[in-house]
């Protein structure tokens, strides 16, 4: 007899194979793709940043295939939209993968993926948890003689978490959202940062657009608050002068 | 006997089902979700995300369809969320986002439209990134279940353009000059809000390889406005 399903979330998973798990998984790497992509192709660096696409690793065994969250690719100049990337057609593997972990990965970000990887001679390799649930936010592995070690990722006082990455030439920092940004993003950011000024590299739209945001409505409340104190100020003066001399 | 396969492409497909078929397929997404999560920054009953998986009929789970973006308006407090159940939120997204790539152009005339037509989606709009001529914009309508085919215009400067009532923007699909990035696709898509006339920020910046627009566009985009969006 077949199992009967326990609950709405076994019935209705939200995992299917095809799209993002969830809305952390799908902003996580909506911004750090987008802020790399910009930043590169304004440097005139030949990268080719692709996301959530299939790569196929060995020649003559096509079970041998992976689909990174977002991998970035150096020193191939005039790559165009591409299907699937064939490690022996580009002629090397990408130099960068980031895996954004959800609940189903964990386990494969942490064990499966990262032997294909080493495999196919990707030079870093890293993971991120927007929600920080299962692992530590960020992670990230150097391809040495032996396999992937770890990167040293660094604990800032402001609560920032750092670590280089040689290959990208940037430092990458996660770091809690404040509050009132917006939930379906998760609870951690991750913002590539520049490793001279050590300032977040801008997000083309979006993090310009907030931030203008956040100060507008910074002012208006200000503005609302001032004028409501003048209102007072005023209310008290006319109050006072009702009054008259006498009181 | 098993039938052997006949090329590369058949034996290494670029579609799995699972991830995208192309690198244009992600940045179309990206352009599209990434301007209009920034223009309802502030917003609390505006909602916007990326690669969503649907399921819109309760008792059966194989009713789903997966939106490249969606837009939800007028249900505040959405977060974070897995799959989208249209039973919990209350409704269907308002308007249904899909990048078309060659090899899911069929999918997209009848199975796509059918299941928002279904669940109750008012408006849906294709990019087609690697368009020949110029098809590379189609939007619907959608009213009890059936799919009317909403206003698309070629523009002096050869944009193709339509005009989103939902959004209340006009959707600029047009065919980038050289200098930008082919990972990108050959056409962008830019978003333009009707009522300031203003053109939303582009994700990826793509503004500066788009052509100049010739004066007799204004009235040209005006008309669009007419017929789509009034």
Redesign the interface.
């Given at each position: 007899m077949a199992e009967v399903a326990a609950s709405?979330d076994e019935?209705?998973?939200?995992?299917?194979?095809?799209?993002?798990?969830?809305?952390?998984q799908?902003?996580s790497m909506?911004l750090f793709?987008?802020i790399l992509?910009?930043y590169y192709?304004?440097r005139g660096d030949d990268a080719?940043?692709?996301?959530?696409?299939?790569i196929?690793y060995q020649f003559g065994d096509?079970t041998k295939?992976i689909?990174p969250d977002v991998y970035v690719l150096f020193g191939v100049p005039?790559?165009?939209?591409?299907?699937?990337y064939?490690v022996w057609e580009i002629g090397k593997a990408p130099d960068f993968v980031l895996e954004v972990a959800s609940p189903s990965t964990k386990h494969k970000d942490r064990f499966e993926k990262p032997s294909a990887y080493a495999e196919m001679g990707v030079q870093e390799y890293w993971r991120f948890d927007p929600q920080a649930r299962y692992t530590v936010p960020l992670a990230g592995y150097q391809l040495a003689s032996q396999g992937y070690e770890p990167i040293p990722i660094r604990l800032r006082p402001n609560g920032l978490l750092a670590a280089s990455s040689e290959v990208l030439g940037l430092t990458l920092g996660a770091e809690r959202y404040q509050p009132g940004f917006?939930?379906?993003?998760?609870r951690w950011a991750l913002f590539p940062r520049d490793r001279v000024t050590d300032e977040k590299l801008p997000?083309?739209?979006?993090e310009?657009?907030?931030a203008d945001?956040a100060e507008?409505?910074r002012d208006a409340e200000r503005d609302r608050a001032e004028a409501a104190e003048a209102e007072v100020r005023a209310l008290k003066a006319a109050l006072a002068a009702s009054r008259g001399p006498s009181s | 006997m098993a039938q052997l396969p006949i090329s590369i492409a058949e034996l290494y497909p670029s579609l799995r089902g699972d991830p995208k078929e192309g690198s244009q397929h992600w940045w179309g997404i990206v352009s599209f979700a990434g301007a209009l999560d920034a223009h309802y920054w502030g917003r609390e009953d505006a909602y916007v995300t990326g690669d969503q998986l649907i399921y819109y009929e309760l008792g059966d789970p194989t009713k789903k369809i997966v939106a490249d973006a969606i837009v939800v308006l007028g249900v505040p407090g959405l977060g974070a969320m897995g799959a989208y159940r249209v039973w919990e939120i209350g409704k269907a997204p308002d308007l249904a986002f899909d990048v078309v790539l060659p090899n899911t152009k069929r999918k997209h005339l009848l199975e796509v439209p059918r299941a928002y037509a279904a669940m109750g989606v008012r408006e849906c709009w294709r990019f087609y990134p690697e368009a020949e001529g110029t098809a590379a914009l189609a939007g619907y309508r959608l009213e009890r279940g059936v799919c009317w085919p909403m206003p698309v215009v070629a523009m002096p400067n050869g944009a193709v353009v339509g005009c989103s009532k939902v959004l209340g923007m006009f959707l600029e699909a047009e065919r980038l000059r050289p200098g930008a990035r082919p990972a990108h696709g050959a056409w962008g898509l830019f978003l333009r809000d009707v009522a300031t006339d203003e053109p939303l920020p582009d994700p990826l910046g793509k503004e500066k390889h788009r052509a100049r627009e010739p004066s007799e566009q204004r009235g040209a985009l005006a008309a669009v406005g007419t017929v789509g969006c009034r």
């Open positions: 709405v019935l209705y998973p939200d995992l299917r194979g095809e799209p993002m798990e969830n809305t952390q799908y902003w909506h793709a987008g992509d910009v192709e304004h080719y940043v692709a996301c959530d696409t299939l196929y096509p295939k689909v005039g790559i165009g939209g591409m299907g699937s064939k917006r939930e379906k993003y998760g997000d083309h739209a979006g310009k657009a907030r945001a507008a409505q | -």
